[in-house]
């Protein structure tokens, strides 16, 4: 059985009652990034039962669908712990691959911290989160995120808010998401499947934000009521 990051390729949706949120997007990126890791994807059909986090994934054996129950609030605000990144080569780097345990370890360890949500980061700048996408809004109105050749994993939750952060009134602008950029937002949101628009109140023990929730709030309405 081949193993390593190029042995698969998934993706996680939101789903109820058989119903799968955004599932064309997230079909988009499964597409888009096992051509990257020179994966072929074969036909398959969707269950009509699923229900909860589930995880679609394409290996050798062909396409399954696994579920768990959700095991976080939506919506939520959080409090985060930083990591190192998890480092892979170019090609790999940013899809979601085959070689996924150390992002599921820094999870485990992040929950045993008590934190809700693991912060990863390369040379002092975030670059993405253990199952979500940060967004950083400073001081001038700008919501930044981590540019792809940092690492980040694309996020099909940020794809549905983006046009609705855009028409709120935010700039939208990639770049590296230091130290002094995080430490004087006002306001860092998570955005994920499994999480919605969770907004990061402190990490590392030190207060994040400056109390106001504006941006959140524009990413729950972006992601509608049956995200609630």
Known sequence: MMSGPKSAVFTTVRARDGHLFHLELHLQRLSRHAERLGINLPEFEIPGNLDGLVRLQVDENGATFTSKPFYQPIH??????TAPAPRWTRKVSGTKHGDWDAYRKITEDAFNKGADVAILVHEHCIIDGDRVMPI???????VWISGPEFGGVDSVTFDVCKPHIEKAGFIISEGRLNERLVARAKEVVLLGSGMGAARLTVLDDVDIGDGTSNLQKVCIAALGEDWR
Request: charged residues 40%; aromatic residues 0%; without cysteine.
């Open 136 to 142: 950083v809004l400073d001081e001038d109105g700008v």
């Open 76 to 81: 939520m605000d959080a409090e985060g712990v």
